[in-house]
């Protein structure tokens, strides 16, 4: 194991847990300490199943420290990067409010710190490439938002943007990040946006992928069809296939091992993607129209630099709408990566990463 590497399923219960199990008592105790140690042990095995309940959490999938390294080994080489040593991410766990995040912290702290916030349905990992080729010049923190990867899920089904910003305040309050650069993309960008429009003072810049307060409709919805599939899925090749249809760009071997961040497996040998489905419910996709289209009133008061980010293929974000979108921040400008749909992180990582470079200096 890397060093400060913990394992994805921490605090998920095992399937033999027994919560009345005898508590290991290795001095003389009162009958009362006792019992209050059986208790508090008692009141922890339910807390953790709770948690595991409205995390959807059976059989949590992940590679090891050797597999994860020659994952991205190999993904490095496919992409186009050529580094001396792969390095590995501390994965930690942190509370905010009701709720605990998982995240991703790849090291070079002390240096300026990026926070990156996936799209929908996505997990941390989708920046592993990104996180990697930049640790040499930034601390860069990948967060897993609520409902996604292993981060809790909502009990609420509160996925509103305005409750995600304040996920992105309260995480960056906890870490000490008094200004920081964000970059998001989709679902990520926005929450970027709602988070920079309400604290325009915590910002050193902004980068926006894909994605802007205006969604084209047809792409969008050809996302919402996907990620409101088939819930689960019986065999992996299932899910590889369905994936490799709705992006073709991926390479099928790697797209087997990245899944395993993304998968947990059922007792019956079935697969389930680790988000929550509620999230998608076309109730809560009009809402958060509705909160997008909100945002572009606030698009003045961010002084920041503003880099809006588009894949040249994309569906979902038109040359027009990022050349818009750039024009009405105070300081905006924006590139379009070739070879890149909406997922601009993995279909062309390379390109964006040297964007992100020249746009941060």
Same mark, same amino acid.
């Given at each position: 194991m890397a060093a400060g590497w913990k394992p994805k399923n921490q605090w998920v219960p095992a399937a033999s847990h027994d919560e009345n199990a005898d508590v290991p008592i290795t001095k003389p105790a009162t009958a009362a300490r006792a019992n209050g140690a059986v208790q508090r042990v008692r009141a922890k095995a339910r807390e953790t199943r709770r948690r595991a309940r409205l995390m959807g959490v059976s059989r949590i999938m992940t590679l090891s420290a050797e597999e994860y390294r020659d994952h991205l080994a190999t993904t490095a080489v496919r992409a186009g990067f050529s580094f001396g040593e792969v390095a590995l991410p501390s994965e930690r766990?942190?509370?905010?409010?009701?709720?605990?995040?998982?995240?991703?912290?790849?090291g070079s702290e002390g240096l300026r710190p990026i926070l990156f916030l996936h799209g929908g349905a996505l997990t941390a990992h989708t920046w592993d490439l990104c996180c990697l080729a930049l640790r040499d010049g930034f601390h860069c923190l990948a967060l897993d938002q609520r409902g996604h990867g292993d981060s809790d899920w909502a009990p609420d089904a509160d996925y509103s943007i305005g409750a995600q910003r304040e996920d992105v305040r309260g995480f960056a309050d906890r870490l000490g990040l008094d200004r920081f650069v964000l970059v998001g993309q989709s679902m990520g960008a926005i929450n970027g946006l709602a988070f920079a429009v309400a604290h325009p003072e915590r910002l050193s810049a902004l980068v926006m992928i894909d994605a802007g307060p205006e969604v084209r409709r047809r792409g969008s919805h050809?996302?919402?069809?996907?990620?409101?599939?088939?819930?689960?899925?019986?065999?992996?090749?299932?899910?590889?296939? /369905?994936? =490799?249809?709705? %992006?073709? $760009?991926?390479d099928p071997q790697i797209l087997r /091992?990245? =899944?395993?961040? %993304?998968? $947990?497996?059922e007792p019956d040998g079935s697969w389930r993607w680790k988000y929550d489905r509620r999230r998608f419910q076309r109730l809560d996709q009009e809402r958060q129209l509705a909160e997008r289209r909100g945002l572009a009133d606030g698009l003045a008061g961010v002084t920041c630099p503003v880099l809006v980010v588009r894949g040249a293929d994309s569906d979902v974000f038109h040359e027009e709408d990022a050349i818009r979108l750039a024009q009405n921040f105070p300081d905006g400008r924006h590139v379009t990566i070739p070879e890149a749909g909406h997922t601009v992180q993995g279909d062309n990582p390379k390109e964006l990463v040297a964007a992100l470079r020249e746009f941060l200096g």
């Open positions: 766990i942190l509370e905010v409010g009701d709720l605990r995040f998982r995240y991703l912290d790849w050809r996302i919402r069809d996907f990620v409101n599939g088939s819930a689960k899925s019986e065999t992996l090749d299932e899910i590889i296939a /369905r994936a =490799l249809t709705f %992006n073709p $760009r991926r /091992r990245s =899944l395993m961040h %993304n998968l $947990r497996q």
